[in-house]
């Protein structure tokens, strides 16, 4: 064991200052508070201060971070007999063993704020009660505190108490961290050196490159890691004196080159560091680095690959590459686009030039600039974001384009309540047209810091039920719905596992009455979410509070100039018309006009912009003349409509009269898009054939668009058209107004068969390198897709449309299989069955056999087989031999999942040939790699392996990526299966990196589980421990909640082996019962064996049996390993308690069990043998237990520091066993 020094080694200026104040403060009896990166060596400060003091007690430590709030109130006041389950005897408090000394209590941000008041009155009035009780105890503790967190901004968010913080603060000592006290670095080194031997003198001594090299590190661990890393160079040198370069970590190595690249490449390094250090979304600072960017590569486009290096010199050597690729795409990426600063180009980023040097000339106005009237909100700050390198992207809502004119009160008013968390639902009502929609995001963007969980914003525009509700939320989380919930309800689990956030859903007047099953149910099983709701109507549920929204406050009749300009709905309008003519100005005669059309539009912000965008034709005082016009029209001939629409309709009426007649007839035809378009859609669709002299597609999309009839959006692709609802409703009129009927129809077939051919198109790019773009742009066309549907059903008897019907159903599987919602395919393709009957057998077995697949992924394995046999019988009735071959496939992959390997292996033979003869490659590929994966079960290795690598060669060869990242991740199980693990882990993190790629959640999700369970066996806890998260996470986020009980499970497993027994309770109790709801038992017994065992660890024996009991119950199969297991944990349970006697039959029948099974033999046999060894009387038979478990224990990778305690203990008795 090396021995620990605790005196303080530092010379520098920075860090004897921190000593000074230390030693101040160390006379006085007042808390001290110690500021300080992780592993800076906060707790030896404290320490010193301790010493340093009059107080004889002890110092007694609490690191804040490692306790729930039950635990932490008992771990810190103690608690009383029977206060809770466990607590079996009274039991003072930390705050009690320091008494007369110390309390450091690490990493204060952390206490649970529930504690914090406890905590306040302990050290205001010098007692404690203890947990369960009533009297008060007199305390006499000196506090010290740490933390690395800046505890204004937990303040700020309500995380920590401002009373409580200046409680703690009387003295306040910052420590710096490492890369701060260069001077200090050597003497520290050689300081640790010499912890690993019995003398200094023996201690070897750093080069001088070593030395140079540790200087140069930036520390991103400060002390912790420099302690590692030198005990890391001790091992490396072995019996040599010197400490070399080489003998180094490779991080700190690699650092040299890492620096020397910084040194010479230029000023893009220190700007994006102070870009990253300040974090702030601010364009100078993004334009600056661009800039220096562009002239550092002398290009004005960079890749990926640029930014990760600029990552890694800021970050240092430790993140992992994928760690840093995930922070550049999810982070920080989405700022300059946002900015417009740069734009995507395929896979290449592209720096705006011009609108960098814009940024850099651009400042904010001098107060002494800003109108004394109606402040201009473009940016709320409730509160102090987070800095670049902290904050996820915790929201989808886009910067704005256009200034924020007026609603402040509103504003104000809206971010009050949705703060003070009461009510959940606020809607936000008021006509069509009065910037519901703008000031709602605007809301949502001011409180982006306020909410963990993020603030989302979902349009409803194209919902029409209570599924399209469900979708536009999941699109908006960016969580598809992959599973087989109803989409309502997985929405809800989303919704339940997120921390709290802020929902916005615009644009509800459309799907009121559905209102109650869908709002009014996720606010009660997600009261962790507020509800911001626009609507033109109230929704009608429990506990909504309307807001009512009204237009613009408008200028008296009779106003001056100046007050004019001070009116909001004028303000509004200057603002948009400088947007189309830069110049336009009020003046003495133009004002006057401009409020009189803010009135005539009675203050209605859209209607306002519409009109200010003609001033690029008009003046204000022509506009106002052919308002007064069209509003008498439309009054007289429009009596159907509510009086607060006909204004909007006058304004839209107004804008289509404006138009020329080409512009008119292309403005009614784009109503048949649905959610939007792109240029090559309304190329296609248009007829303008009626002109002799039409305009392009292009100029007319620009003139509408320039007109505010039309809104663009940027996609990774192309721009998108489309139209907002009430706009397209009032096209969808002029059009039933303007053409026949046969020309409409005309229309609808040309626009259904535009998309029949665009879905065929980007299906079949789904399995080539275009499969990410293939997948969004059917996306996108989701709406339009549907609408086709509808209008070919209708229509069914034509036997063009049910080609159309057919045709796009089956270009839409693949999109919903990956995108979802998953379980519309089983619905969608009944409809297409229903039409394709017995006469077009080749068409209907190719239905069968993926209704075959749709059912098993939906949980319904016995109808996929029957579907999968019917597919195959019926295909045998054609004569393409590529059909039959493919509906065997199916067959064979169903046969697979039911254990059937013989029937399953032999399937594939035979269809491999078929598709070899027929050339379909594709298929070729996806027999071999499932071949592979049979093969390795059934023992033949090394074939298997060339038949993975033959199929990756054809996927490589046809760019299928997704067809790669399934055979990669397949080569990764093969690999695990032949007990190669670390070959595993290198096809597993390829797999990851595809399927990050393609932007597939489910599939990540199964890479990273694989990893940490292969990390886990190859004890690399430290790695393990962030995959299995992020697996968690990804399974929150998607709202499956069978995968999120999988990982809760590898979680507590994984806390349980590492003796982190109250980080593995909590996931163990919350995953149990999701097996329970999923009818896994098998699974729920090994969360409550592990729970068990946890309760016998900590001395209580009868939960712990009463746990196994339960557990066991679960297993109808006794024959089952998990059985096994359960048993091996009682018996470890009862010999820690002392009863061998009654462990010795559980620990033989354990091991004769593994001994007969043809399960892989792992740590529960290796567990089984130590148990046995412990309990036989036969000597014999303890040596050979024994001596099998040692060599066990080497396959498994298990040493004697490994990373668990019970291993450790077990590798320690097998030692002793073996010496005796």
Not at 265 to 272: R, V
Not at 428 to 457: C, D, I, N, Q, Y
Not at 674 to 697: C, I, K, N, Y
Request: aromatic fraction near 6%; hydrophobic fraction near 40%.
């Amino acid at each position: 064991m090396p021995k620990t020094k605790t005196n303080l080694i530092g010379r520098s200026t920075a860090f004897r200052k921190a000593l000074q104040e230390a030693s101040l403060a160390a006379t006085q009896d007042a808390p001290v508070l110690i500021y300080g990166e992780t592993g800076s060596g906060k707790g030896v400060l404290a320490s010193h201060i301790h010493r340093r003091s009059a107080r004889e007690g002890r110092l007694v430590s609490l690191n804040c971070a490692t306790f729930q709030s039950n635990l932490f109130e008992s771990e810190l006041f103690g608690h009383m007999k029977g206060a809770f389950t466990g607590a079996v005897k009274d039991t003072p408090g930390l705050f009690e063993a320091a008494e007369g000394g110390t309390l450091f209590l690490d990493e204060i941000g952390d206490t649970p704020v529930e504690i914090q008041p406890k905590l306040l009155r302990a050290l205001e009035e010098g007692v404690v009660r203890r947990v369960g009780g009533t009297r008060e105890i007199p305390v006499d503790v000196r506090l010290v505190c740490a933390t690395n967190q800046d505890l204004k901004q937990l303040i700020a968010e309500g995380r920590f108490r401002e009373d409580l913080y200046y409680r703690i603060n009387s003295f306040v000592v910052t420590l710096p961290p490492l890369r701060d006290r260069v001077d200090d670095i050597e003497e520290l080194a050689t300081s640790f050196l010499g912890e690993h031997f019995e003398s200094d003198l023996n201690a070897p001594s750093l080069s001088i490159e070593a030395a140079d090299a540790l200087k140069r590190y930036p520390w991103p661990g400060n002390i912790r890691e420099l302690r590692s890393a030198m005990a890391y160079a001790v091992a490396q040198a072995g019996e040599r004196t010197t400490i070399l370069l080489e003998d180094l970590p490779e991080s700190v190595q690699a650092d040299e080159q890492q620096q020397a690249t910084v040194k010479t490449a230029g000023g893009h390094i220190e700007d994006f560091r102070e870009l990253y250090r300040r974090g702030a979304e601010d364009a100078q600072l993004w334009a600056k680095f661009l800039l220096t960017l562009n002239e550092h590569l002398g290009s004005n486009k960079f890749a990926r690959g640029d930014m990760l290096d600029c990552l890694r010199a800021v970050r240092g050597a430790d993140p992992t590459n994928n760690s840093l690729v995930n922070e550049w795409q999810r982070h920080i990426k989405p700022v300059p686009l946002r900015l417009n600063l740069i734009h995507e180009e395929g896979k290449k980023l592209r720096i705006d030039l011009d609108a960098c040097r814009r940024a850099l000339i651009d400042s904010p106005l001098d107060e002494s600039e800003v109108d004394e009237g109606p402040e201009t909100i473009t940016e709320t700050a409730v509160e102090p974001q987070p800095s670049l390198s902290e904050r996820r992207t915790r929201t989808n809502l886009d910067s704005p384009r256009t200034t924020f004119i007026g609603r402040k009160a509103e504003h104000q008013k809206l971010v009050e309540v949705l703060l003070n968390g009461q009510p959940n639902v606020i809607t936000l009502t008021g006509p069509g047209g009065t910037g519901k929609t703008r000031l709602s995001r605007e809301v949502g963007r001011s409180l982006t810091g306020s909410f963990k969980g993020g603030v989302w914003f979902a349009d409803l525009t194209e919902s029409r039920n209570i599924e399209g509700v469900a979708y536009a939320v999941a699109q908006a989380l960016g969580a598809p719905l992959t599973g087989n919930q109803a989409p309502e309800l997985a929405v809800r689990a989303m919704l339940s596992s997120r921390p709290p956030c802020l929902l916005i859903l615009d644009n509800f007047e459309q799907v009121a009455e559905v209102a109650s099953a869908v709002v009014g149910d996720w606010v009660r099983g997600a009261p962790n979410v507020q509800f911001l709701i626009t609507s033109r109507a109230l929704l009608g549920i429990e506990g909504e509070q309307e807001f009512e929204l009204k237009p613009l406050p408008l200028p008296d009749g009779n106003s001056t100039l100046s007050e004019i300009q001070r009116s909001e709905a004028v303000r509004l309008f200057v603002d948009r018309a400088r947007v189309h003519h830069v110049g336009f100005e009020l003046d003495e005669k133009s004002g006057p006009a401009v409020a009189q059309i803010c009135a005539r539009l009675e203050g209605m912000p859209l209607a306002i912009e519409l009109a200010a965008a003609r001033t690029v034709i008009m003046r204000p005082e022509q506009i106002a003349a052919r308002l007064d016009r069209i509003f008498d029209v439309l009054k007289s001939s429009r009596r159907d409509l509510a009086p607060r629409q006909r204004s909007l309709h006058a304004t839209i009426d107004w804008s289509y009269d404006l138009l020329s007649e080409p512009e008119r007839w292309a403005f009614a035809q784009l109503s048949v898009f649905r959610g939007g378009f792109f240029l090559d859609s309304a190329e296609t669709v248009l007829d303008l054939s009626r002109f002799s002299e039409a305009p392009a597609a292009m100029d007319l999309l620009q003139s509408l668009r320039e007109k505010s009839l039309l809104r663009a959006t940027e996609t990774p692709h192309e721009t998108r058209f489309g139209m907002y609802q009430v706009i397209r409703e009032y096209a969808a009129e002029r059009w039933l107004e303007l053409a026949s009927d046969t020309e409409r129809e005309s229309v609808n077939a040309r626009f259904a068969e535009y998309f029949r051919r665009y879905a065929a198109e980007w299906d079949r790019r789904i399995h080539t390198q275009d499969a990410l773009e293939a997948l969004d742009r059917l996306d996108y066309a989701r709406s339009n897709l549907q609408e086709v549907l509808q209008w070919a059903q209708a229509g069914i008897s034509d036997p063009d449309k049910q080609k159309i019907f057919v045709d796009i159903s089956l270009h839409m599987y693949s999109l919903l299989r990956v995108r979802g919602p998953a379980r519309q395919r089983v619905p969608a393709l009944d409809a297409v069955l229903d039409m394709v009957r017995d006469e077009d057998p080749a068409m209907r077995a190719r239905l069968l056999f993926l209704q075959s697949q749709s059912h098993r992924e939906a949980g319904d394995p016995a109808e996929g087989y029957k579907l999968a046999v019917e597919a195959v019988t019926l295909a045998k009735t054609t004569a393409d031999e590529n059909l039959i071959a493919t509906a065997k496939f199916n067959l064979a992959g169903v046969e697979y999942a039911q254990g059937q390997t013989g029937k399953a292996q032999a399937l594939h033979r035979e269809v491999l040939e078929v598709f070899r003869a027929t050339g379909n490659r594709a298929n070729e590929a996806r027999v071999l790699s499932r071949m592979a994966l049979l093969g390795t079960e059934i023992g033949d290795f090394s074939e298997s392996l060339e038949n993975s690598r033959k199929s990756e060669e054809i996927m490589r060869e046809l760019g299928d990526l997704s067809g790669l990242g399934f055979v990669l991740s397949t080569r990764g199980n093969m690999y695990h299966r032949h007990a190669e693990l670390e070959q595993a882990v290198t096809y597993f993190v390829e797999a990851e990196k595809i399927y990050r790629e393609l932007n597939d959640k489910r599939m990540i999700a199964m890479c990273l589980g694989n990893l940490a369970l292969l990390n886990r066996q190859l004890r690399r806890f430290d790695a393990a421990e962030p995959l299995v998260h992020e697996c968690t996470e990804l399974a929150r986020e998607l709202g499956d909640r069978l995968t999120l009980a999988k990982n809760l499970m590898n979680t507590g497993i994984m806390y349980v082996e590492l003796g982190h027994f109250d980080r593995a309770e909590p996931v163990l109790k919350e995953g149990a019962p999701l097996f329970a709801e999923h009818n896994l038992p098998i699974l729920q017994a090994v969360c409550i064996e592990n729970l068990a065992f946890i309760a016998g660890q900590r001395g209580d024996l009868e939960s712990a049996l009463a746990g196994f009991n339960e557990a066991e119950s679960l297993c109808d199969d006794a024959e089952d390993m998990t059985l096994v297991g359960i048993r091996t944990a009682r018996a470890e349970t009862l010999i820690m308690h002392g009863r061998n006697s009654e462990a010795a039959p559980l620990a033989v029948a354990a091991v004769d069990a593994w001994h007969n099974s043809s399960q892989p033999h792992g740590r529960d046999l290796f567990r089984a043998l130590v148990a046995h060894a412990r309990t036989t009387q036969d000597a014999k038979m303890a040596i050979q237990s024994a001596e099998e478990a040692m060599q066990l224990a080497r396959q498994l990778h298990f040493s004697a520091d490994d990373p668990s305690p019970s291993i450790q203990a077990s590798l320690k008795f097998l030692s002793n066993f073996q010496k005796k």
